[in-house]
């Protein structure tokens, strides 16, 4: 049996169960008033049995024989009718009346006349009460105890409308509900890495108004944190470029050509570590780089040409075929440590670009895959190698491994441009490294 797929969705899971809540009551409350409705009318039915069926019954006996048959259609009501004939033995005889309409004819008519009553079964039910009126002649009732009053036929169509307004009402009132928690999701993930998130509107229920505030609040707090964190390491690399030039010069002096390598070697190092520090700082707190209307292709073609200029096999596999809003800096800077990745561990790169045929509600947005023939990376290690600092390389060298910030780097910047940055596994070994960005 196929399962039932409860809603992912808040506004679904309330509506749907305020709904199905409403529409039980509903259809309860229908019932008994059907119900109620039906008993009432079979009471009254008895009541007017005993009274209307003993008069008629009076009347016909006190009529003289011969204009009996006259007075027939006139005492007929909906229910019953009066024949003058006798009863058919064939048919079944009930000796304990289970029927409360049928013990109505007992209790009224039964005080005078000895009653014998048939039950006529077929499509629909009656009953045949038969009895001899004090001068002999047979006399038959055929009653057709009525199961249920009929509805009006704006009944249904009245139910049917309180529904339709409970159902407003329900949907309204969760659509209310769940709208501050809409807006605050939709603030959080505006919250990038700028920490220039939307400023929620503080109005509302006061339940709203003090989590739109508390919100507001915490984004004003985390933007003055990532500001003295930009502001302390912005001042320890304008700090340590003077130390650092210093030593520079002193190592240029030195008569020992080998240490001098090696000491030179360590301060280019420390001199990258800063600037990459700072450069991922940066993109931490966002690009002040504002989209521009550029070709992709144009951009893509001159980076792949650059690389082959200086000798490095990097390809460049399909177009994007029209211009897209984008920073074009940040772009060079993603794919050009895309690139130094690929040429690094496996020794060529391919790039191929290609329309997002995943999310084709954005509107014109590519994916930019760079793969390469390296080792690759394992399985469980996709995701730690975005955060800062982390290389794979066992020696820990930095030559073979790097600061551990170029991912780190990339991610920040390719989520500054509204995309996504993912690795993959490629088959026949290998990285492939998907850059996803809207259009």
């Excluded at 570590?273 to 780089?289: D, F, N, P, Q, W």
């Excluded at 292709?297 to 984008?326: F, K, R, W």
């Excluded at 995943?358 to 947005?365: E, L, V």
């Excluded at 780190?408 to 290998?430: N, Y």
Aim: with cysteine; hydrophobic share 40%.
């Amino acid at each position: 049996m196929m399962r039932l797929h409860w809603p992912r969705t808040l506004f679904a899971r309330l509506g749907l169960l305020l709904c199905f809540g409403v529409a039980v009551a509903q259809g309860l409350s229908f019932w008994l008033t059907v119900r109620e409705r039906n008993e009432a009318t079979t009471n009254m039915m008895m009541g007017y049995i005993e009274r209307e069926v003993t008069t008629s019954v009076a009347l016909l006996d006190a009529l003289p024989a011969a204009e009996r048959a006259a007075w027939l259609p006139r005492l007929a009501r909906r229910s019953y009718e009066f024949r003058l004939e006798e009863c058919d033995e064939s048919l079944p005889h009930l000796e304990v009346l289970e029927a409360n309409a049928v013990r109505s004819f007992e209790e009224g008519v039964g005080k005078q006349y000895k009653l014998t009553v048939h039950q006529i079964i077929g499509e629909h039910e009656r009953y045949q009460v038969h009895l001899r009126l004090s001068d002999g002649m047979p006399l038959t009732i055929d009653f057709r105890p009525m199961r249920s009053v009929p509805m009006s036929p704006w009944f249904g169509a009245l139910m049917a409308a309180q529904l339709a307004v409970f159902a407003l009402c329900c949907w309204l009132a969760v659509r209310l509900a769940t709208r501050p928690l809409e807006q605050l999701a939709l603030a959080a993930d505006a919250l990038g890495p700028d920490m220039q998130g939307a400023h929620l509107p503080e109005s509302g229920p006061s339940e709203v108004a003090r989590a739109a505030r508390a919100f507001n609040a915490m984004q004003q707090r985390i933007a003055g944190y990532m500001g003295e964190r930009i502001q302390i390491l912005a001042s320890i690399s304008h700090d340590l470029q003077t130390p650092i030039t210093r030593m520079r010069l002193r190592v240029d002096m030195m008569d020992d050509e080998t240490q001098q390598a090696k000491l030179r070697q360590d301060l280019q190092a420390m001199e990258q570590l800063v600037k990459e520090g700072v450069a991922y700082a940066r993109t931490l707190h966002g690009t002040s780089e504002a989209p521009t209307r550029i070709d992709p292709d144009a951009l893509l073609d001159s980076m792949v040409h650059d690389y082959t200029d200086a000798g490095q096999q990097v390809t460049l596999h399909g177009t994007v075929g029209h211009p897209m809003e984008m920073r074009p800096q940040a772009l060079r800077r993603v794919l050009g440590n895309l690139i130094d990745n690929a040429l690094k561990f496996g020794g060529s790169a391919e790039v191929h670009v290609a329309p997002d045929q995943r999310a084709p509600d954005t509107g014109g947005g590519i994916v930019v895959r760079v793969l390469d023939r390296g080792p690759g990376i394992p399985e469980e290690s996709l995701q730690a190698v975005f955060e800062p600092f982390v290389r794979l390389e066992s020696s820990r060298s930095r030559e073979t491994g790097g600061t551990g910030l170029g991912l780190a780097i990339a991610r920040q910047l390719a989520t500054a441009m509204g995309g996504t940055l993912t690795l993959h596994q490629r088959e026949g070994g290998g990285l492939e490294a998907r850059l996803a960005l809207p259009g």
